[in-house]
């Protein structure tokens, strides 16, 4: 279990110095996603933040989805973005199934559920103690799981909560109330790992023992300074290429950068440590990629004996 005290939290951010952010980057969305992909392949789209759409076997599966302003309790106060969701959310194909993979409020966003489940009735998987909350805010269709449970969806699809090293908490009197974790999301063409939010540890060597080599991975870069009291609950790009190395990913997605100011490095670190960080490991451009927000953010694979991405 890893945790993180709010009031020294508060202290570094009212007394440390961060890195400079723009006050705003303009970024344009995505064309329209397609409505389906058949079982032969995926296609993931990454939105922003830890939001991907992951589409295979005629299911859309969206992951921590965030569409606010702002991650936070208030409308008028706390994180607030710095770009654009990649895709409208006018945009999206039916969305089938929601992956959430902690309760914090930049992963776990009300706002943004309601409108899903409004205009989907989306099926909501989360970890342990946070379905009867959902309900007591009016989100329904929710289902829990503890770390290794199993859900078991058609065409042949199988999701399983994982672990991570993380916590939960949505004020001062919740911490570790709810569980956090990951996914692992087992299709015809390929597994796929969704890490959420995570510190590196041994979880990551526990997957791979379990599933065996990860198809394509989603790991978060961001949010990882001051290193001294980040890294109990995030990786940085260095950790984030050991965790590709240990699930033997075969195709890696850099996630959780450049849209919420969380922590404070620069806007464009992430990216720029993580090109330092494959170098250093002999990885390829290919093996551990970070997308563009916007128009180029979509990117189809075939998943065979390798990821191949196709132009």
């Given at each position: ?14 007394t440390?110095?961060?890195e400079?952010?723009?006050?705003w980057i ?26 991907v759409?992951?589409q295979t ?7 921590d ?20 969701p990649?895709?409208r959310?006018?945009?999206l ?10 309760n914090?409020y930049?992963h776990m ?9 409004n205009a989907?009735?989306?099926k909501?998987?989360?970890?342990s103690?946070n379905q009867e ?27 399983t ?8 908490g949505?004020?001062?009197?919740d911490r ?20 959420g ?20 991975s989603f790991?978060?870069?961001g949010?990882?300074k ?9 990786m940085d ?17 850099g ?22 960080a494959?170098?250093?490991a002999?990885?390829s451009?290919?093996s ?5 927000f916007g128009?180029?953010?979509e990117v ?8 191949a991405?196709l132009?």
């Amino acid at each position: 279990m890893a945790s993180m005290n709010p009031f020294r939290f508060l202290k570094f951010f009212l007394t440390d110095k961060r890195e400079p952010w723009p006050q705003w980057i303009e970024s344009a969305y995505a064309e329209k996603p397609v409505e389906r992909v058949g079982a032969e392949k995926i296609r993931y789209t990454f939105i922003n933040h830890a939001t991907v759409l992951i589409q295979t076997a005629s299911l859309n599966i969206l992951t921590d989805p965030i569409w606010s302003y702002r991650c936070s309790p208030f409308s008028w106060i706390g994180p607030r973005r710095y770009r654009n969701p990649g895709v409208r959310f006018e945009d999206l194909p039916r969305i089938d199934l929601i992956l959430i993979s902690h309760n914090h409020y930049d992963h776990m966003d009300l706002p943004t559920l309601r409108r899903l489940t409004n205009a989907f009735g989306s099926k909501i998987l989360v970890g342990s103690g946070n379905q009867e909350y959902l309900e007591r805010k009016r989100i329904r269709n929710v289902s829990e799981f503890d770390w290794w449970g199993e859900y078991n969806q058609e065409a042949g699809v199988r999701v399983t909560f994982v672990p991570a090293k993380h916590f939960s908490g949505r004020g001062f009197f919740d911490r570790n109330k709810t569980l956090w974790g990951g996914f692992v999301i087992e299709t015809p063409a390929g597994s796929i790992f969704f890490a959420g939010d995570t510190g590196y540890h041994s979880h990551f060597d526990m997957i791979y023992k379990m599933f065996g080599p990860v198809d394509l991975s989603f790991l978060p870069i961001g949010a990882y300074k001051p290193r001294n009291f980040m890294c109990a609950v995030h990786m940085d790009p260095v950790e984030a290429v050991r965790a590709h190395q240990d699930l033997k990913s075969r195709q890696s997605v850099g996630i959780h950068f450049g849209t919420f100011r969380l922590s404070f490095e620069g806007i464009d670190e992430p990216e720029a440590d993580l090109v330092q960080a494959r170098l250093q490991a002999g990885l390829s451009p290919e093996s551990f990629q970070v997308p563009a927000f916007g128009s180029r953010s979509e990117v189809e694979l075939v998943v065979a004996a390798s990821v191949a991405t196709l132009p």
